[in-house]
């Protein structure tokens, strides 16, 4: 598994005197799937975030979430990623958007399996 950073976001919070930074990755990697008795090697790509909170510029906390296979397309989960940038997404909210949406991005697979599938025969 790979990560490549795409989007950084930062947030002062006034009232805590507190600064959190966001940084939203890119993750790629394979996802081997049996299509018709035959193993299929997919590309595979998904989101990390993480969260750094910052106070008197010392690093209190940071947290992460991943959410893999997403989608075989890569270009279509980093407009996602820009999206959730855009939101300011935190790693606490990925899982929970990411399971409302995800049946829109998972039959991305298997389309990428029937093209495969129809190009090798």
Do not use: C, W
């Amino acid at each position: 598994m790979t990560k490549k950073k795409i989007a950084n976001n930062a947030r002062t919070i006034e009232e805590r005197g507190e600064i959190i930074s966001l940084t939203y990755y890119l993750v790629s990697g394979e996802l081997t799937l049996d299509y018709e008795g035959e193993k299929l090697v997919l590309p595979s790509y998904g989101i990390e975030v993480m969260s750094e909170t910052y106070r008197n510029g010392k690093k209190v906390d940071e947290e992460r979430e991943m959410y893999e296979n997403i989608s075989p397309y890569g270009d279509k989960v980093v407009e996602l990623i820009n999206y959730f940038a855009d939101m300011f997404l935190s790693p606490i909210h990925l899982i929970d958007i990411m399971e409302e949406q995800i049946e829109g991005y998972i039959a991305d697979f298997d389309r990428m399996e029937q093209k495969i599938y129809k190009m090798a025969i």
